[in-house]
């Protein structure tokens, strides 16, 4: 069951450079998407998030942006910084019909060199 | 800045035996969650809790878990009679309340390492 989808499983930048990490879905019934970092041995921390009814949100050096045709969200990162290597999760939710739960992707672990 | 915090950070049990997984949510959320991690996967949400119920459960969570919320403050996970395969990570989270409904972005702990011998 995989409704959201992380297809690559690492990313490796150089400091200054711009990540770009991918995120799809096939539940039409999401339309609410959120970005989490973790580090080894923490929690998920919540990044940013984005509604269906934007196709981007910006906060800081982190940009999502969403192309709900194409089920499509990406995380822009810039500049990169070595504190931001970490494994990123992509997670969707509905805000209809009441269910709760995050559906997350497998994560992609980036990795920005100094 | 407040966190949500869990206890113990690592457990190890022999199968079989009951454990019970604790966690100290945020302290104006209303909302609460248990996810897990089995080695490798992805992360998996087992249960929401609100208003002194459970609002969802997935298929992971039969009749060996139960949650509570004993007090104010804390929120538990019970696995009952363990199995091998409930070796994950464990965590919980909360969101809080917004108008309208809930928040849809939730706050997770640092999880607990669920080890089953």
């Known amino acids: 069951d995989q409704q959201v989808k992380q297809n690559s499983p690492s990313l490796s930048v150089q400091e200054g450079r711009i990540s770009i990490l991918n995120c799809d879905y096939t539940?039409?019934?999401?339309?609410?998407f959120l970005w989490y970092k973790k580090y080894p041995a923490e929690g998920p921390t919540f990044l940013i998030s984005i509604s269906s009814i934007k196709d981007k949100n910006e906060d800081g050096r982190f940009t999502v942006f969403l192309n709900k045709s194409a089920k499509h969200l990406s995380l822009h990162i810039v500049p990169s910084q070595p504190g931001d290597s970490a494994v990123y999760f992509c997670a969707a939710t509905t805000t209809q019909g009441g269910s709760e739960k995050l559906v997350f992707g497998k994560g992609m672990k980036l990795t920005v060199n100094p | 800045e407040p966190e949500v915090t869990q206890t113990p950070s690592h457990q190890v049990t022999q199968m079989g035996q009951e454990v019970i997984l604790r966690c100290v949510p945020i302290s104006n959320h209303l909302y609460f969650y248990w996810y897990r991690q089995i080695l490798g996967q992805k992360v998996e949400f087992l249960v929401s809790?609100?208003?002194?119920?459970?609002?969802?459960k997935s298929e992971i969570f039969d009749d060996q878990f139960s949650v509570e919320r004993p007090d104010g403050s804390n929120f538990t996970l019970k696995i009952r009679s363990t199995k091998l395969e409930d070796s994950a990570m464990y965590f919980c989270a909360s969101s809080e309340p917004r108008e309208g409904g809930r928040a849809y972005e939730q706050f997770f702990g640092p999880g607990t390492r669920l080890t089953v011998l």
């Open positions: 809790f609100y208003n002194n119920e459970i609002s969802e």
């Open positions: 539940n039409s019934m999401f339309d609410y």
